[in-house]
C-alpha cells in the first residue's frame, strides 16, 4: 500500500509560481512510476507530468517549458514546480504513484490562478 499526500495548492496571480509535493508512505517509493494530474472545473483528469524509476519525463504540451516534475526517493517525494502560471491550469493537482497493476492516487489539492 502507498499513501500520497500532496501540499502546495493556493491562489496565485498569472503569471506567478507554484510547488507542488507529493509525499509517499510506504517502501520501494523508488521503483514507482510518479505523475501529476489536473482536473480543471468541469473537465476530465488529464495529464500533467511522469516521471519514471528511470527513463524519460513526459510532460503535457500545454505545460511543457513552464514545469518541471522532480523527485527526491531519499525523501520519498515528488514536485512540480510550476511557472508563469495562467488562469487556465486552474484544477485540483492530483499526485498517482503506479507499479504495474498497483495504481494509487492522493487526495488533490487547488490550484487556483487568477487576479
Known amino acids: 500500500q502507498v499513501q500520497l499526500v500532496e501540499s502546495g495548492g493556493g491562489l496565485v496571480q498569472p503569471g506567478g509560481s507554484l510547488r507542488l509535493s507529493c509525499a509517499a508512505s510506504?517502501?520501494?517509493?523508488?521503483?514507482?512510476?510518479m505523475g501529476w494530474y489536473r482536473q480543471p472545473p468541469g473537465k476530465q483528469r488529464e495529464l500533467v507530468a511522469v516521471?519514471?524509476?528511470?527513463?524519460?519525463?513526459n510532460y503535457a504540451d500545454s505545460v511543457k517549458g513552464r514545469f518541471t516534475i522532480s523527485r527526491d526517493n531519499a525523501k520519498n517525494t515528488v514536485y512540480l514546480q510550476m511557472n508563469e502560471l495562467k488562469p487556465e491550469d486552474t484544477a485540483v493537482y492530483y499526485c498517482?504513484?503506479?507499479?504495474?497493476?498497483?495504481?494509487?492516487w492522493g487526495q488533490g489539492t487547488q490550484v487556483t490562478v487568477s487576479s
Open positions: 516521471i519514471p524509476s528511470g527513463g524519460t519525463i
Open positions: 498517482k504513484a503506479e507499479r504495474g497493476w498497483a495504481v494509487y
Open positions: 510506504g517502501s520501494a517509493f523508488s521503483i514507482y512510476k
